[in-house]
């Protein structure tokens, strides 16, 4: 039988180098591999290419290593819940590359599905096209690295002529992911919002370590409930079903008066 398991995140990380890149699955805070990055954070890695739909807050998911300075660049979607991440931006310490979040998706699960480059219409007509984001300033206040343009080409799509831009699919060296359940063999269920952007991460990395919250048996899962197939899988942590999951932000209703 194959059996994925590995006996601790520790473990299960350790291989993971200096200047490695990582897909990290994640929404917000929802469904971020925290156990993992956690042990990441211990061992001491820095110099990382970090590809997630965002970057946590600062002192949680991927905010831990950020503060600690391991990360060099992140490519992302989101970047508004983080202090510390807007200073190192700004003070030139912290490469971006700012992604559309449906092309960041695709990106992901073109590169997990064999698929060099798509096009697109998201970004065509802005500088997600045409180049000039910056990715980098020089601590002064002027960009010190810029986006490059991209490919735009003209098709036709039922009966109507468009641009398209084209965007290149990531892979990255490691993937690491949150799921509910997870069987000996890598297959993996996720709960409500943690499945945004968690398969795609898993399914882009060459060597997918997933932490799961309930490890069970070959066969106990139903075969129409797993929302990512062992293939993408290389490594599974249990880490129990307490661990600690944050709100990013708790919001309440306004009370109308009525009983």
């Known amino acids: ?110 590169g997990g599905s064999g698929i060099a480059a798509f096009f697109t219409q998201t970004g065509v007509g802005t500088q997600v096209a045409e180049g000039g984001l910056p990715r980098r300033y020089d601590g002064a206040g002027g960009i010190a690295e810029a986006s490059p343009a991209k490919d735009v080409r003209t098709f036709e799509m039922g009966g109507v002529n468009g641009e398209y831009v084209l965007e290149e699919a990531i892979v990255t060296d490691f993937a690491l992911v949150h799921a509910l359940k997870g069987d000996r063999h890598g297959n993996l269920v996720f709960n409500k919002a943690a499945r945004n952007f968690n398969p795609l991460a898993a399914m882009a990395g060459r060597v997918c370590i997933a932490q799961v919250e309930e490890l069970v048996e070959p066969g106990e899962l139903d075969p129409d409930s797993i929302h990512l197939p062992g293939i993408y899988v290389h490594r599974i942590v249990e880490v129990g079903t307490d661990i600690e999951k944050r709100i990013e932000r708790r919001t309440v209703a306004a009370s109308t008066g009525d009983n």
């Open 1 to 110: 039988m194959i059996d994925k398991t590995w006996a601790s995140a520790e473990l299960a990380v350790a291989d993971i180098s200096h200047g490695a890149s990582l897909a990290v699955g994640g929404f917000g805070l929802s469904g971020n591999p925290i156990a993992l990055i956690t042990a990441l954070l211990v061992q001491g890695t820095g110099g990382l290419s970090v590809v997630s739909n965002n970057c946590g807050v600062d002192d949680w998911g991927l905010g831990v290593l950020l503060n600690a300075g391991r990360i060099s660049k992140m490519t992302s979607s989101y970047v508004g819940e983080n202090k510390e991440f807007e200073r190192q931006f700004l003070s030139g310490e912290l490469e971006l590359e700012l992604t559309p979040q449906g092309t960041l998706a695709e990106k992901l699960r073109a």
